[in-house]
């Protein structure tokens, strides 16, 4: 569920899976 995430693309993946 929870890769790589740079600091824009965290946010963009943290309101799917929020």
């Known amino acids: ?3 790589e995430h ?3 693309n965290w946010a ?3 309101g ?3």
């Open 1 to 3: 569920m929870i890769q």
């Open 6 to 8: 740079p600091a824009g």
């Open 12 to 14: 963009v993946n943290f």
């Open 16 to 18: 799917v899976i929020k």
